[in-house]
């Protein structure tokens, strides 16, 4: 894995002082930072850079890749996406006098919101599985997330790419497909980006257009952990046993976090239910589910089908009600008590730190909150071989994968060449004028005009005529490694 970064950063307890928000609890329940794209980059131009760093950190043969995709919902081209990110590619590679991707690689790119980098990831897994044997694949997720100022969702943005290397024979983790889960159902107010948001708007530098989605957060909160409940239950249908006993047997626990609380809440929410479900024929089980409801004085039948019946559908122009209010009472009783820890805490604490400082990235979000916990595990001398992780990704709209993941031997070596502090490091962090100039217009003026390095934009193309066009179309330069 490697990861590409901005440079610019915004501190949140700077930006709560800007907006009147509470510093303490913007950091604890947000982050500590976000990253934002500079005026020169675009979610093409941050995916090829990580690709770049991917390709050097591990000395990767180009010609041996057979399949390039990009798992995103920042596109700014509606017929190329990961195309754009192999031709980046090639450019900065004949530059430094390296050999270029495969003729013959596949460039296809995936969107479902959040989502879009895992079906990547798994479209990847099937490629050298079937017609890809004996090649190489990379998945890059890259993403640029931002939100309209003033907005519930304006702490949560961000930006940055992450790209992984796949082989038959990993030396970092074995991914299990066949005990996975899947979920999907449409949740139309959920979270959306309609084309109607661009009408109107005047492009900013580099023919910039203010990518702001259409959301309604607590609504999106339910169906996040909807989805993420009922893709461990396919998991779980695949695998059987006890649910809690196999939660309790992952080492980590990876997940999708639009910020730092929402995926312990839902990861807690999990946990409960897999002692609803088993309470039924385990008494050991059954006492500390009931112990919980009991603590809540919440009946635990009650709970239960809150969390094993999933969430209500919204109508096209009506939100439903908080789904999970019987389970939310339950969760706090659980919190307050000592099991809390070890089935939550200890589970999501590797690469939580690092994670805290980039914000909301989207596709990017859940590969780069497990590159970071990788890294830290091999600095810290975790003992991981042979354990078993979890990956749960999830998109909006919406959609949830389950993946079991297994360390295999000699991993560290792999997992130190991440080099996730090196994505992180050159920060330039952002005064209020800089950070509202940057977010409404996409312009830098002074001593942060431009941060380049690796693949940049030149400038956008304007014709449009009959012999020639290339009115919207960007062209880039390469500016030495990233």
Known sequence: MAAYFPPYRV????????????????????????????????????????VLRLLDQYDVDPRRVGYLALGTESSTDNAAGAVIVRGLVDRALQAEGKPMLARDCEVPEFKHACLGGVYALKGGLRYLACDGQGRQAIVVSADIAEYARGSSGEPTQGAGAVAMLLESAPRLLELDLAMGGSASDYRGLDFRKPFLRFAGQTPGRHGRLNDLPVFNGKYSTDCYTEATLRALDAMFARRGGSRQARLRDVAAVFMHRPYHHMPRNAWALAYLAALAHDAADDSAAAREWEGYCDA???????????????????????????????????????????????????????????????????????????????????????????????????????????????VVPGWQEAARAIRFDHALAGAVDLDRAQYETLHDTGA???????????????????????????????????CGQP
Request: hydrophobic fraction near 45%.
């Open 296 to 406: 809540a004085k919440v009946a635990p039948d009650g709970a239960a089908r809150e969390l094993l019946s999933g969430a209500a559908v919204c109508e096209a122009d009506a939100l439903p009600p908080a789904a999970y209010p019987k389970s939310m009472a339950v969760l706090k009783a659980f919190r307050a008590g000592s099991a809390y820890r070890h089935a939550v805490d200890d589970k999501l604490q590797l690469g939580s730190m690092d994670a805290m400082e980039l914000g909301n990235l989207y596709t990017a979000a859940l590969p780069a909150w497990l590159a970071a916990g990788l890294q830290e595990a091999a600095a810290r001398d975790v003992a991981l071989d042979g354990r078993n992780l979890l990956v749960l990704g999830y998109g909006s709209g919406d959609a949830a994968e389950a993946i079991p993941a297994r």
């Open 444 to 478: 830098l003026g002074g001593a942060h005009a431009t941060a380049s390095a690796g693949v940049v934009i030149d400038h956008v193309g304007n014709r449009d005529e009959p012999a020639f066009q290339d009115f919207g179309i960007a062209y880039y330069r390469y």
């Open 11 to 50: 501190d949140l307890e700077q930006w709560s002082d800007w907006t009147g928000n509470d510093a303490a609890k913007t950091r604890a329940v947000v982050g500590h930072a976000f990253r934002m794209a500079g005026p020169d980059q675009n979610v093409y131009t941050l995916a090829a850079n990580a």
